[in-house]
Every structure is written in C-alpha cells, then in structure tokens.
C-alpha cells in the first residue's frame, strides 16, 4: 500500500487538516463499548500541535494527489520518541497507512539516536495495544516504566477517561 501515499513532515498550515483526519479517526471509537464519546468531535488543538511540528517530528501521510490520510505527532524526551498521536482517516484505515507513519516515526527515531519508542493508549481496543504489539512493541507495568512514562499513564487515568484500568504504557525499544 506505501505505494499509494506518500508521508512528509507536518507544516503549520496541515494543522486544520490534522483536526479534520483525527476526528475522523475517532469515529471507529464508536464500535467499541463506552468510548462511543470519542467519536464526537474533540481533537487535539493547533498550540498542541505546534511543538511537534516545531520539533520536526510530526509527519503527514498523504495520498498522491494531497489529500491527508493520516498523521504521527510525537516529540523526543529522555532518549525516547514519545508518539502523542496517531490517527488515520476513517475511510483510509486497515490500508497500512498507521503503520508506515510508525516505521518512519522509528526510523527517525533511529536517525536522531533515540533509544526507544513510547505512547500511551487503551489495552483492550483492537487498533490501540494489541496492533502496537505485533509491530513490536511490549507493554509495560507501571513498576517498569520511567517517571516520565508513568506520569502520563496516571494523568491519562485521572484524567475521567472511560475505563482508565484499560490505560497503559508501551514501548518499543530501537537498539
């Protein structure tokens, strides 16, 4: 399928279309049991946006004509490429658009000697842990993981996110 779009750094003009892709995201949400509420319209805002892409590490999966399909925000802390973000575009999912965005999300990784790949996300959502872990990555206990990472699993889950036991943390180590 990687021959049907191409992926490029984000720009802060994409910030409108990074809204309109993860909204559409958040629509398969509402096949999962209590987080229907997701697919309602929140999405992250541009001064959320702006870090990542000032960092250069927020990349915009496109199809060949420029349309947006897809995007990874992620920024690095302690030796890690934290991935804050991913959302492909409802109509374009399952056609290995997420998972280019993370290949080229570790090979950058890998280009900037970052160790690891990080996120946080639900364990019992299909497209969430269980698709992070086929393409390598572990989940982890919170006695396993940095400060860093355990912080952001417990904010998640104070957060009143729906099913916060169901928040963990992943990663994936790069060496």
Known sequence: MASTFKIRKTVESDVADLQAVEISASQAFRAIDG??????????T???HCPTIAAQTSW????KDGKPVGFLAALPEDGALHIYEISV??????????QALLAHAEEQARSRGL?????TTFSHVPWNAPFYEKLGFDILADKDC???LLK???DERSAGLPFPEKRCAMRKKLR
Do not use: M, N, W, Y
């Open 89 to 98: 575009h409802f109509d374009h999912q399952k056609q290995g658009i997420g």
């Open 146 to 148: 940095e400060p860093r």
């Open 35 to 44: 987080l229907a509420s997701f697919a309602d319209g929140s999405c992250a």
């Open 115 to 119: 160790s690891e790949l990080t996120l």
């Open 152 to 154: 952001l699993v417990q």
């Open 46 to 48: 541009k001064d959320q």
């Open 60 to 63: 915009l999966a496109e199809t």
